[in-house]
């Protein structure tokens, strides 16, 4: 099973700054890793896929990288609605796994 | 518009064997693989399973293998999940996601998700 690895545990962070989530699985997945984020009560919400793609309706703040084992979420500026939990998941074969989350609260 | 909405949670023995339900609309329901993600209170996102868009095509995580069973029917748009043997481990927030071969498979539409709670 590939695991997936996410650092920070939480970032704390001032609404306007740069936030720069790691993602690292233990075995290449290719570039076949999402990113979903998840507010308190909602269910999670894709926002990344393939690397460095962004869903229909993400805001152009959010951006992907990586490819291998190595992946970076970076949201250029935070919004107060960005202030939530953020999971990375790989996909392969017909297994999937997620990270275990990155929290971005406010500082 | 796509809705997914799960339900047949609730309070569980341990033991017992309850079946998780989600009704799919707004979407051609046949053409698409479906999975089941679970939460527990608290915790973070734990994949549990995968069935292919016509069912024939079954995968699960190592923690419910044997115990779990994914199903569906695309004549009336659902998605099953038969749970046996609960432990009190598998306490969880379920969800059911919809996967789009567009997006790399990633999961494009969620449920609301449905709370199981295994208590005696």
């Known amino acids: 099973e590939i695991v997936l690895t996410q650092s920070p545990a939480t970032l704390s962070l001032s609404p306007g700054e740069r936030a720069t989530l790691s993602c690292r699985a233990s075995?290449?997945?290719?570039?076949?890793l999402g990113w979903y984020q998840q507010k308190p009560g909602q269910a999670p919400r894709l926002l990344i896929y393939d690397a460095s793609n962004r869903a229909t309706g993400v805001p152009a703040r959010f951006s992907g990288s990586g490819s291998g084992t190595d992946f970076t979420l970076t949201i250029s500026s935070l919004e107060p609605e960005d202030f939530a939990v953020y999971y990375c998941?790989?996909?392969?074969?017909?297994?999937?796994?997620f990270g275990q989350g990155t929290k971005v609260e406010i500082k | 518009q796509v809705q997914l909405v799960e339900s047949g949670g609730g309070v569980v023995q341990p033991g017992r064997s309850p079946r998780l339900s989600c009704a799919a609309s707004?979407?051609?329901?046949?053409?698409?693989?479906m999975h089941w993600v679970r939460q527990a209170p608290g915790k973070g996102l734990e994949w549990v399973a995968i069935?292919?868009?016509?069912?024939?095509?079954?995968y699960y995580a190592d923690s419910v293998k044997g115990r779990f069973t994914i199903s569906r029917d695309n004549s009336e748009n659902t998605l099953y999940l038969q749970m046996n043997s609960l432990r009190a481990e598998d306490t969880a927030v379920y969800y059911c996601a919809k996967e789009e071969d567009s997006y790399g498979f990633a999961f494009d539409y969620w449920g609301q998700g449905t709370l199981v709670t295994v208590s005696s």
């Open positions: 707004g979407f051609s329901f046949s053409n698409y693989g």
């Open positions: 069935i292919s868009y016509d069912g024939s095509d079954k």
């Open positions: 998941q790989q996909r392969s074969g017909w297994s999937r796994t």
């Open positions: 075995q290449s997945v290719s570039s076949f």
